[in-house]
């Protein structure tokens, strides 16, 4: 009997090791599934990189830009790099909630405004990630921090904000 339980405790434990290495396999297919999932952007000879800049040495956000041109002047000048672009998140890795008033449409309560989830990106991360809009531009030179303020919105933003009118502007 005492043989009988040992090999009833080696088989109970074996089958309990089959479904954990069973589930370790779910875990990492799924995780491998979400890595080479399209995600509408070319990232086939993109490299990315994250910058953390400290709020005291950059306090302002002019300060912040000028390092960024800065980098980005010395990026492209290595041989290797045929361009570079700046986002604030890569699109798969979250976003910035952002709010706003639609153009023409009535007042709202500043405590009630919408908001929406977005990237700040710069004018040349479309081409960058070889992305076209389906309609519309792009962002150009004069739309700089400088310039007028521009938008780029997808086609969900224009179906709930501004359903059956044209949100190119």
């Given at each position: 009997?005492?043989?009988?339980?040992?090999?009833?405790?080696?088989?109970?434990?074996?089958?309990?090791?089959?479904?954990?290495?069973?589930?370790?396999?779910?875990?990492?297919?799924?995780?491998?599934?979400?890595?080479?999932?399209?995600?509408?952007?070319?990232?086939?000879?993109?490299?990315?990189?994250?910058?953390?800049?400290?709020?005291?040495?950059?306090?302002?956000p002019d300060y912040?830009?000028?390092?960024?041109?800065?980098?980005?002047?010395?990026?492209?000048?290595?041989?290797?790099?045929?361009?570079?672009?700046?986002?604030?998140?890569?699109?798969?890795?979250?976003?910035?909630?952002?709010?706003?008033?639609?153009?023409?449409?009535?007042?709202?309560?500043?405590?009630?405004?919408?908001?929406?989830?977005?990237?700040?990106?710069?004018?040349?991360?479309?081409?960058?990630?070889?992305?076209?809009?389906?309609?519309?531009?792009?962002?150009?030179?004069?739309?700089?921090?400088?310039?007028?303020?521009?938008?780029?919105?997808?086609?969900?933003?224009?179906?709930?904000?501004?359903?059956?009118?044209?949100?190119?502007?």
């Amino acid at each position: 009997t005492g043989r009988c339980l040992g090999v009833g405790v080696l088989v109970v434990w074996a089958a309990l090791w089959v479904g954990v290495l069973g589930g370790c396999c779910r875990i990492v297919r799924s995780a491998l599934k979400e890595v080479v999932t399209p995600i509408g952007v070319n990232t086939a000879t993109v490299i990315t990189m994250r910058i953390y800049l400290p709020d005291a040495k950059y306090p302002r956000p002019d300060y912040e830009i000028s390092f960024h041109k800065r980098l980005k002047t010395r990026i492209e000048s290595l041989p290797w790099v045929e361009a570079s672009a700046l986002t604030s998140n890569l699109p798969i890795w979250g976003q910035m909630d952002f709010t706003f008033e639609l153009e023409g449409a009535p007042p709202v309560d500043g405590g009630r405004l919408p908001s929406v989830g977005g990237l700040v990106v710069s004018r040349e991360y479309f081409r960058v990630m070889q992305v076209r809009p389906r309609r519309g531009r792009v962002f150009t030179d004069s739309d700089e921090v400088k310039g007028s303020p521009a938008v780029i919105v997808n086609e969900a933003f224009a179906a709930k904000f501004s359903p059956g009118e044209d949100s190119i502007g």
